[in-house]
């Protein structure tokens, strides 16, 4: 079981009790741009996907780690490594959290360190990154703030409310490998 513990917040590995938690941002209509969602999903497909959750990152290719305050449990947001790739040591990583009230309190930017930790000195990556729209500043701020340096575009990438916009490619190298 991965828990990784940091001054305000850590990150643990999904539980069953999860699923409200998981359906709710799944189904968030306001995220389905940055998340490629583009149909909502069932409590039954995420109480699946809960049942498989105990496959390791070699297996699943994949890893979403609930982001927690308080020792009592509950989520705040999620944090992924996804298209994980060992063979050239690399993975794709996504951060949601779910409510405005959460956000601004330093908590996306614990749990973003704490995972370029995980994946850099644990999974010996040599690079991760993000697919982050030009037009979300946030998201913009928190992974520069790391490193995460600006590597391309791509032009009309995201169709949102009859608009296509751009979205620039980020990319941190693990200098210590």
Known sequence: MITLKGDS????????????????????????????????????????YLENAHQDIYEAKQLRLAICQDDDFPAVGLIDLFDFDPR??????????QKNENKGQNIGSEALELLIKYAFYNLNLHQL??????????????????GFEKIGIKKDWILHHNHYQDEAVFQLINKQI
Do not use: H, M
């Open 88 to 97: 050239n040591n690399r993975a794709g990583i996504g951060i949601v959290i």
């Open 129 to 146: 990154y993000a697919n982050i729209g030009v037009e979300n500043a946030a998201s913009i701020a928190l992974f520069t703030k790391f």
């Open 9 to 48: 917040i850590y990150l643990r590995a999904l539980e069953p009790e999860d699923l409200e938690f998981i359906y709710a941002v799944e189904n968030d209509q306001n995220i389905w741009e940055v998340s490629n969602t583009q149909t909502p999903y069932s409590r039954f497909l995420i109480k699946q």
